[in-house]
């Protein structure tokens, strides 16, 4: 069996797969760093989790009192969402490329660190079995030089500085569901804590709206979203370069603005002018960005939502394709992440074989 580990940046989710890589078991802890609930199939419990390494132990845990022990699998992958300009296929985790991932952290310093907590929390405890890594930027790299340079001097742009998108394993997942049926252009939204959208024409991306990080596109639960450079770098200048990325990547964005929530769900069911405002801009940006990638496929031939308020609010899916009827009246679909299959089949193939 092979075991997925997809950490985010308060949350841990897992996915067991055995024989043809058929789903056995799911899970998640949410809340990490505080009270949280464990879930484990059908059963959950409340839990207090001190951090990601206490979270990734806990889950072990549950899963051999369920009867998976470590030592009853194949490997254990990773989702890992920055792999710099070099690491862009999916990967056996060796020392070298684990030091690799570490020094691209930077780029994605919400979820980067989590990852690398759950990789070494495997070599602690089981130091031989193999471990592998999909790349949210993978599906991204064969975009356009003109869509991923930005116009900086060329020392500059040498050093890895360039548009490298992500959601990549959600949006690879996407086009494999619609199979033979994959309109040509696509406008996928990954809408859920991270939000970012992808033309892909053909099954391809073409373009994708965050960029170096994933702090840019539009609003997010606690994510600033696209801010211009010069403000940045005032705050920078005043508050401090910590400072201004903990409140850029922490305090902002859904939260930011509605001062109470960084939930969808609760924004939608509060009344205050503050959660509409949020949600407005929500909406507002979306389709803002929308626009520019349906520029870069040069028209819209179906949209697909996923993640989770693409997936589960009808209301915001609602008001999106509303804003969007200008590019013409197109089929909507609404498609589930399936991240930890994706990144399953990745890490057969690497092995060679089924789980």
Known sequence: MILVLNTGSSSLKIGLFGADLAPVLAGSIGGIGGKGTLRLG?????????????????????????GHPLSSLRAVAHRVVQGGPDLRMP?????????????????????????????????????????????????HAGQPAVATTYALPARIRARGIRRYGFHGLSYAGLVESFGAALPRRLLALHLGAGVSLCAIVEGRSVATSMGYSPLS???????????????????????????????????????????????MRALLADTSPEARFAVEHFVYWVCRQAGSL????????????????????PEIRARITEGLLWAGKVPVHVVQAEEEHRIARDAAALLGGAA
């Not at 985790?93 to 930077?106: K, N, Y």
């Open 294 to 313: 349906i520029s870069a496929m040069q028209g819209l031939d179906a949209l697909a939502f996923t993640g989770g308020i693409g997936e589960n609010s």
């Open 91 to 139: 990967c056996r985790i060796t020392p070298e490329t684990l030091e690799q991932i570490a020094a691209c952290a930077p780029l994605a310093p919400l979820h980067t660190p989590p990852a690398l907590a759950g990789i070494r929390a495997i070599n602690r405890l089981a130091p031989d079995l193999p471990q592998c890594a999909s790349f949210d930027t993978a599906f």
């Open 42 to 66: 059908t059963r959950s419990r409340p839990v207090t989790t001190a951090d990601h390494d206490d979270a990734v132990a806990q889950m072990l845990a549950a899963l051999a009192d369920a």
């Open 217 to 263: 596109g539009p609003v997010m639960a606690t994510r600033s979203g696209d801010i211009d450079a010069g403000a940045v770098l005032r705050l920078a200048a005043e508050d401090g370069i910590a400072a201004t990325d903990a409140m850029l990547n922490t305090q902002s964005g859904l939260l930011g603005l509605s001062g109470k929530s960084a939930d």
